[in-house]
């Protein structure tokens, strides 16, 4: 898979990407369209997160397709077409069961 990326201080390019592992509770995606956001900018042009650099990939917020699922994810399958918000939250914590994933 090809991703966008930081290549250095104020460059972008594509870089190929190895998804070798993935857990029981996840989902490959292949982004369809994506939504740059301040983080994505800061860590392109300014200098977010500078120790993950070079190849750094950016948006985190996108639509995308279903690649493969984790053998637990029930609700998604190969080929839904699904909106990747800017935060994932764990959904197996107590505060996500409880109704306030956005603290965890």
Same mark, same amino acid.
């Given at each position: 898979?090809?991703?966008?990326?930081?290549?250095?201080?104020?460059?972008?390019?594509?870089?190929?990407?190895?998804?070798?592992?993935?857990?029981?509770?996840?989902?490959?995606?292949?982004?369809?369209?994506?939504?740059?956001?301040?983080?994505?900018? %800061?860590? #392109?042009?300014? %200098?977010?997160?500078?120790?993950?650099?070079?190849?750094?990939?950016?948006? %985190?917020?996108?639509?995308?397709?279903?690649?493969? #699922?984790?053998?637990?994810?029930?609700?998604?399958?190969?080929?839904?077409?699904?909106?990747?918000?800017?935060?994932?939250?764990?959904?197996?914590?107590?505060?996500?069961?409880?109704?306030?994933?956005?603290?965890?």
């Amino acid at each position: 898979m090809r991703g966008l990326a930081r290549i250095e201080q104020d460059v972008l390019g594509w870089v190929d990407i190895e998804i070798d592992e993935y857990g029981p509770y996840d989902a490959i995606c292949k982004p369809l369209a994506m939504a740059p956001c301040t983080s994505d900018v %800061h860590i #392109v042009w300014g %200098h977010a997160y500078m120790s993950d650099a070079p190849n750094r990939v950016v948006g %985190h917020e996108a639509t995308a397709e279903v690649v493969k #699922v984790g053998d637990k994810v029930k609700d998604f399958k190969h080929g839904d077409r699904v909106i990747v918000p800017a935060i994932t939250p764990d959904w197996l914590t107590v505060p996500a069961e409880q109704g306030f994933s956005q603290h965890c």
